[in-house]
């Protein structure tokens, strides 16, 4: 294994651990720190100070952020490995 095979395994390595670190702390400032209660607002969020509701969206979208650029990220890694299953599942079925 040389220099530069390690330094895209450790490239890598940390950019799955900075979306999954990201995804945990939206979670986390959505369902702990910007906590209304109740786990879904449905009509409570008409009550809801707006400041709050703005914050609330913005932590929901940025976490749909990151799950999508890390699900993203490691359907094109894991491409090939991804199509030979899908392809020896439908051989499999024939």
Known sequence: MNIKSIGWKILHISIIMVFS???????YVFFVVLNTGNFILFNAAASLDM???IKRRLY?????ISIVGLVIYLAIVYKNQLSMVINRETQDRE
């Open 21 to 27: 670190l990201q995804i945990i702390y939206c979670l």
């Open 51 to 53: 400041d709050l509701l």
């Open 60 to 64: 929901a979208i940025e976490l749909w």
